[in-house]
């Protein structure tokens, strides 16, 4: 009887040591959310989907973890060992997931981030140069309509942006190329405005 009690009791302490793997998944989380929202992977994302993204991305580690061990677990048993230091195996290869999961995030979101400053950045210049060019060229019913603006991603750093007029019947389409310094304009002789699934709902 104290041998089993020894053992059991011996196997509640390795468990309590190996106890790390949810601290680690929340601090895992927290530290994926805010890399999600702040570097993105070429698309940065807002906090409520990042903190989902970051749960179920975790989730899959540590279960990965957990299916190793009962690998290991099953092939011990049928040797007739039973290990209870895989638990605790188990626990710290999660943890070491969960890290390398963070690591590899950040590299990917440091890697990709300057596509997102670079997108941001052209589609800025984009609407500064529609706008200077609606103020200096265009009909004053244009200038009263700016808000309408809607503008389609054609290509990086290539946009098509479409103001309505007072009627909302015709739209007044300007090409835009953000490559150029300062960005170039050119009339589109089309009226037709950008399709909803272009443009995305977005505007200037």
């Known amino acids: 009887m104290a041998s089993a009690e020894r053992f059991w009791a011996r196997r509640l302490r390795w468990r309590l040591l190996?106890?790390?793997?949810?601290?680690?998944?929340?601090?895992?989380?927290?530290?994926?959310?805010?890399?999600?929202?702040?570097?993105?992977?070429g698309v940065r994302f807002n906090i409520p989907v990042s903190i989902i993204l970051a749960s179920f991305g975790n989730l899959g580690l540590i279960a990965s973890a957990d299916l190793v061990m009962r690998f290991a677990e099953r092939k011990r048993a049928e040797r007739g060992i039973e290990d209870p230091h895989?638990?605790?195996?188990?626990?710290r290869g999660a943890i070491a997931l969960l890290g390398a999961g963070v690591v590899g995030l950040a590299l990917s979101g440091i890697a990709t981030h300057h596509l997102i400053v670079s997108e941001t950045n052209a589609t800025t210049a984009n609407a500064k140069a529609v706008e200077r060019w609606v103020n200096r060229y265009a009909a004053p019913m244009y200038h009263r309509n700016l808000e309408t603006a809607n503008t389609a991603r054609l290509a990086a750093g290539n946009f098509r942006t479409c103001i309505a007029d007072d009627a909302r019947r015709h739209f007044l389409c300007l090409f835009v190329d953000t490559r150029r310094r300062p960005p170039k304009v050119v009339r589109d002789p089309s009226e037709e405005p950008n399709k909803p699934e272009q443009t995305g709902g977005g505007g200037l």
């Open 18 to 41: 190996g106890a790390w793997r949810w601290p680690a998944f929340a601090a895992a989380v927290a530290v994926d959310a805010v890399l999600l929202h702040t570097l993105g992977t």
């Open 86 to 91: 895989l638990p605790v195996a188990a626990d």
